[in-house]
């Protein structure tokens, strides 16, 4: 799920929302540094490029600082009441949607920026940024183990899945552990179906910045193109697929609430704090000009 549109929209709420609360007020406040760098290393810009692209970050980090900051408080608290409660996989799913509308609000904001710098894209560009992704789709495809069958994946899944657990409830016990890898063995792991949907949102990425480059369409006519990309992001459109997707993201739901239900009371309070710490910072954050 990582193509360049998607990494410049997601980039200032993955910041916020998956660093530790000590790395926030740094990474938050670089945001548009580290976009910018990021998609240089993909495209190489040219100078002219790379004033464009400078402002209009400068330009979308002030308004997501100024209009955003204090919704992500309140999807914070919501998730936060998560923790204290009995939450259900309905619940898992809802704040999942949560996070998705929250990020469309601001690949919204962005398209228009986004539309203005294809055309300046070289041919060149687009085949040094088709190679990175192809170089990132490998090394995903080696951390998931995709080559090395449904139980090499497994593990993978587990070891993913732990580390993120960890972060927000600090360490589980081998009982625990051993409870998760059950868990994880009686679903399937969706790993090579969820690899596939990256190549495919990957592929059609590529197509609109070629057909951009080749065509110069209006600007108008390219956030058209943005737009109905965003829309087939998140699920695939084909009725098989998409049906698979979402029983995919229904277990990994149903998983979620399965490990918060082995969580002892000190794990809890653990994520309440980490929760604690993340809406002060974001609060404080809000505040500042």
């Not at 899945?161 to 009686?186: C, H, K, M, P, V």
């Not at 609109?208 to 459109?237: C, H, N, S, T, W």
Request: charged fraction near 30%.
């Amino acid at each position: 799920m990582r193509s360049l549109l998607s990494r410049l929209l997601l980039l200032l709420a993955a910041t916020m929302l998956l660093n530790g609360c000590s790395a926030i007020r740094l990474g938050y406040g670089n945001a548009d540094s580290l976009a910018r760098w990021w998609m240089d290393q993909y495209l190489d810009f040219t100078p002219e490029q790379d004033a464009l692209v400078r402002e209009r970050l400068s330009r979308l980090h002030a308004w997501h600082r100024h209009s955003q900051l204090t919704d992500y408080v309140i999807l914070l608290r919501e998730a936060r009441g998560l923790v204290d409660g009995k939450p259900t996989a309905a619940n898992s799913l809802e704040l999942s949607e949560s996070i998705i509308r929250r990020v469309r609000t601001l690949a919204d904001k962005a398209m228009p920026d986004v539309a203005d710098l294809l055309p300046t894209l070289t041919p060149a560009q687009i085949d040094r940024m088709a190679v990175r992704l192809a170089e990132k789709n490998a090394d995903y495809a080696k951390e998931a183990r995709l080559a090395d069958g449904e139980p090499a994946q497994r593990k993978a899944r587990m070891k993913r899945l732990l580390e993120r657990a960890e972060y927000w409830f600090g360490d589980f016990n081998s009982e625990q552990e051993a409870e998760i890898r059950r868990l994880i063995d009686a679903q399937p792991t969706g790993s090579q179906f969820w690899f596939d949907e990256r190549v495919r949102r990957q592929r059609e990425w590529l197509e609109i910045v070629r057909k951009v480059q080749r065509e110069r369409p209006a600007r108008d006519a390219v956030v058209g193109m943005l737009r109905d990309y965003a829309e087939r992001f998140d699920i695939p459109v084909e009725s098989t697929r998409r049906a698979q997707a979402i029983s995919l993201r229904r277990a990994s739901a149903e998983l979620a609430v399965a490990m918060h239900a082995l969580t002892t009371k000190a794990q809890r309070d653990h994520a309440r704090l980490k929760f604690d710490d993340l809406i002060r910072e974001l609060g404080e954050l809000a505040q500042e000009n």
